[in-house]
């Protein structure tokens, strides 16, 4: 049985509860991004907290009361709610282990409707774009190293730096994307698990951020994405993982999971800022729960590095159904070399266009015409947050030089995977082709391994055994950058129709 009355309070504001209400009041303070000095601020701030909140929780915000003086007058104001259940709050079933599956698409669906409703303007979008959220980066990291006490590690906040500025370095296209397809709306900007009751009738979510509106202009998938970090942090990454699914589902967002990563990191290490502030103040438990969002920052830091992964080979050796078996099983994008190029002259994938080594549509002309292509559409794909895989030959020092100046210009990443069997294994794997893409035989895989040039810095992968194998010591190599990286988010599997 809850008691009757509680007290409740936070650095700007007193929360009485008493019975089935619940009363807010806000302190007279100025705390820099905010200040409540005046009765007449206090007031509007409670009239716009409870206008922005009746968006999600329209029958829990009743109304803003005038608090009377002795002598009759008006001397301050409250926000009047309606008492919510302590035993429904999110966090509190999370913690549990109670099912919330069906609560988080609720959830999903009413955040999303919100911010499909959402209004629109120049001001909104700015606040959105790349630029704003470096800066809102920048703001949180220089705050943490102010700190005389620092909590966290120099290094690891160097880290973190480090992998932000290399992905906002090369997705300008991404966010300039998302900015023209309407995805900065006007959200909550403070989604905490704390705040979530899920009630018979539907979640009700409360506690919008009210003060400083640029901090509610941000992407829909930021938004959420403090949700889905609250979550992890409670220890349900699945919860977070299925909460991103049901609203990119509900939104129809086309946004690469690098992005869902990203969001995820940052409002993660907004977290460990109030953590390091708390740690300021000699919070005993303030410096551990800082140190442990910032590696939740880092490791989704590391699995949101866009990825530029080149498969080579002479034909025979694997390097397609190896490439293939990586894209699946990383949600990568595939590029082969072999189906670009007969697209490129007008030849249906499967059509057969056998031609000695160098001639016909292998002829030096429509081979340069086939890598630059490969490169083109790699490079639009890196920019806009997509990884890649690109299953080509990649015989030639000069086009893997350009393959490297690529990742570089979109600040990627670049793993180069070189495919051997035993010459047996080539030779029957040659031999048993029937139907697919490639025309090589084993006349035309001779001259190709004889003018592979040398890779020094690809990682050998023998496919001699089974394919099994070959992908499991492939995804070794890629995934040894980030040990620790959380796996990767995959995009819902949409239902036809």
């Given at each position: ?221 930021d938004d959420v994405a403090f949700l ?78 866009v990825t530029l992964v080149l498969v ?186």
């Open positions: 049985m809850r008691p009757w009355a509680q007290i409740k309070e936070t650095h700007i504001a007193v929360v009485v509860l008493m019975g089935d209400h619940a009363f807010k009041l806000k302190k007279p303070v100025d705390v820099g991004f905010l200040d409540f000095t005046t009765r007449q601020a206090r007031q509007a701030a409670c009239h716009r907290e409870v206008e922005l909140n009746r968006r999600l929780a329209p029958d829990v915000y009743e109304g803003v009361a005038d608090v009377l003086g002795p002598d009759g007058e008006v001397c301050d104001h409250l926000v009047v709610m309606r008492r919510m259940p302590e035993d429904r709050r999110l966090a509190a079933l999370v913690r549990a282990g109670k099912p919330v599956e069906e609560h988080l698409l609720r959830i999903a669906r009413m955040v999303a409707g919100m911010h499909g409703r959402s209004r629109h303007d120049p001001r909104i979008d700015r606040e959105g774009g790349r630029e704003a959220l470096r800066s809102r980066w920048t703001a949180n990291i220089d705050q943490v190293r102010a700190l005389a006490g620092a909590a966290l590690d120099p290094g690891t906040v160097q880290e973190i730096e480090r992998l932000t500025t290399r992905f906002l370095d090369g997705r300008e296209p991404l966010f300039a994307t998302r900015v023209a397809e309407g995805r900065v709306v006007d959200g909550h900007g403070d989604l905490l698990a704390e705040d979530v009751f899920c009630l018979d009738d539907g979640p009700r979510i409360l506690d919008c951020l009210e003060f400083d509106e640029r901090l509610r202009f941000v992407d829909g998938l889905a970090m609250d979550l992890e942090r409670l220890g349900a990454p699945r919860l977070a993982e299925v909460l991103l699914h049901r609203y990119v589902e509900f939104t129809d967002d086309p946004a690469p999971p690098a992005l869902w990563h990203h969001y995820v990191a940052y409002r993660a290490f907004v977290r460990a800022k109030v953590a390091c502030f708390r740690h300021e103040q000699n919070n005993s438990d303030a410096a551990w729960e800082a140190r442990r969002l910032a590696e939740l920052t880092l490791r989704h830091l590391q699995a949101a590095a080579g080979g002479s034909p025979g050796t694997g390097k397609s159904t190896l490439a293939a078996a990586l894209a699946d099983r990383l949600g990568y994008t595939l590029l082969n070399s072999d189906r670009v190029r007969k697209e490129l002259a007008g030849i249906a994938p499967e059509q057969p266009a056998p031609a000695p080594f160098g001639e016909g549509l292998y002829s030096p002309e429509h081979t340069e015409r086939t890598y630059a292509e490969l490169l083109s559409r790699a490079g639009t794909l890196l920019q806009h947050g997509e990884s890649v895989i690109l299953d080509a030959s990649w015989i030639d020092e000069e086009r893997r030089a350009a393959a490297g100046h690529l990742a570089r210009r979109t600040s990627s990443d670049r793993v180069s995977l070189l495919c051997t069997a035993l010459p047996q294994v080539t030779v029957e794997r040659l031999a048993a082709r029937t139907g697919g893409v490639s025309d090589a035989d084993r006349a035309i895989a001779e001259i190709m391994t004889e003018r592979m040039a040398p890779w020094p810095d690809a990682i050998e992968i023998d496919t001699s055994a089974s394919p099994e194998q070959a992908l499991e010591r492939a995804l070794a190599v890629i995934h040894a950058r980030w040990a620790e990286a959380p796996r990767r988010f995959r995009r819902p599997q949409m239902e036809p129709g």
